[in-house]
């Protein structure tokens, strides 16, 4: 049956309806509380629904976790960012040979697929066949559950440690030296422990997408092993997470980092008897303090009115919805 056109609404009835549905919103008098944190918290309320533009931001954010999941990674775009770095890198995969496999059966995800590693062992002959040293260092950048976090984060983080690393610009001796770098497809944590044997390294770093979440669809994840083989277990490793400019940002995940290899080569050890002592984590947890235990911080003093610290915040927020005291 044909529509009839002046059945349809026009423009000042929809625009009606939009303004409506705003005004029907019941605020929360929590929201004041958004800018301590990215939580949804304080969305407000229509009935006793959620408002639309709060519903439409979840299913966003939703939509956005589920596709970090299946986005397939963009390999020779990575490999070019990294090799204008400096480093050489090397294609790999895994044992789960599609994605749908590799979600299915996550043991896959920790093993080299066979012509990976058929040519990490002709690159360990061929360098066993020179006479040269072990490799200080190795580094694994693996898609895991979000390729888009290693896409984003994995070259501009490389670049901040390579700086930290071997120090300033013109020193003649590097102070670590650096196996090309694995780019892994369908990988999870555990693949290190292969690349980095293979590889000849002491140590082994693996970048890898963490799962996503409804507020970081690309998060990174470091994870940090000494003398890798095959076996190695959660505990012999250390963990730098949410690495991303909205989180723990580059340079301070590449201070952490260094810290840690630092003493993992010196105790020739990683995992829980490492822990991270280094100035750069002080600094982080002092700029959060707790405000639940009234504690105030260089960005939330007392006295600031640009930024009220949080119990002040609280109190007003009392004061002017009636909740009671404490």
Known sequence: MPIDPKALPCDTTIARAVTAAETSVVANPWSVLKRFTP????????????????????????????????????????????????????????????????LQRPDLGRQLGAASRQRLEALRSQRR?????????AFAVVDGLSA????????????????????????????????????????????????????????????IGERPGLSSPDSLGLYLTWAPRPGRNDAERNCISNVRPEGLGYHAAAQRLVYLLEQARSRQLTGVALKDESGAAGEVIETRPNFLLGEHGPACIPGNPSRPSMPAALRTLNQREGFPKG
């Open 148 to 207: 888009l976090a290693v896409q984003r984060h994995a070259a501009p983080l490389l670049s901040e440690v390579l700086a930290l690393l071997n120090g300033p610009e013109g020193s003649r001796t590097p102070r670590w030296t650096i196996a090309p770098v694995a780019v892994v497809e369908q990988g999870r944590v555990a693949i290190g422990d292969d690349i980095g044997e293979l590889l000849d390294s002491q140590l082994v770093v693996v970048l």
């Open 39 to 102: 939580a949804r918290i304080g969305l407000g309320r229509t009935g006793v629904s959620l408002p639309t533009a709060a519903q439409l931001d979840f299913q966003l954010a939703h939509a956005q976790a589920r596709d970090a999941v299946h986005r397939p990674l963009e390999v020779q775009t990575l490999c070019a960012d990294i090799e204008a770095l400096g480093l050489a890198t090397v294609p790999l995969h895994s044992a789960a040979a599609t994605r749908a496999n590799y």
């Open 129 to 137: 066949g020179q006479g040269l040293a072990l490799h200080d260092l």
